[in-house]
Nanobody, 123 residues
Framework: QVQLVESGGGLVQAGGSLRLSCAAS????????MGWFRQAPGKEREFVAT????????YYADSVKGRFTISRDNAKNTVYLQMNSLKPEDTGVYYC????????????????WGQGTQVTVSS
């Protein structure tokens, strides 16, 4: 078991930045590939970014490529999502997830989830 807790969400104007954090506890953090997903009201949960266990490899949704950066610090059991040039369409609840299938964009394949943090981008 691994427990995940997200933080860092909030309200920001379009063009602004936020940095999300996801702190893990429980089983060894470094054995998991980590992902960020988001869900807007009335929409299905969608893939945002993923990072491999070592942090050496990352993969992004086309909609955030060049604007968002995923990173991790295994010594701190934490994964981050730096979000720049935010757009209103980035609004949603952001979730971090832990899994064992690198580069998997299907949220159903992840094993553990945080409770989510709200990100609202105003125009």
């Amino acid at each position: 078991q691994v427990q995940l807790v997200e933080s860092g969400g909030g309200l920001v104007q379009a063009g602004g930045s936020l940095r999300l954090s996801c702190a893990a506890s429980g089983r060894t953090f470094s054995i998991y590939d980590m992902g960020w997903f988001r869900q807007a009201p009335g929409k299905e949960r969608e893939f945002v970014a993923t990072i491999s266990r070592s942090g050496a490899s990352t993969y992004y949704a086309d909609s955030v490529k060049g604007r968002f950066t995923i990173s991790r610090d295994n010594a701190k059991n934490t994964v981050y999502l730096q979000m720049n040039s935010l757009k209103p369409e980035d609004t949603g609840v952001y979730y971090c997830a832990a899994g064992s299938h690198w580069k998997n964009t299907d949220w159903r394949q992840y094993d553990y989830w945080g409770q989510g943090t709200q990100v609202t981008v105003s125009s």
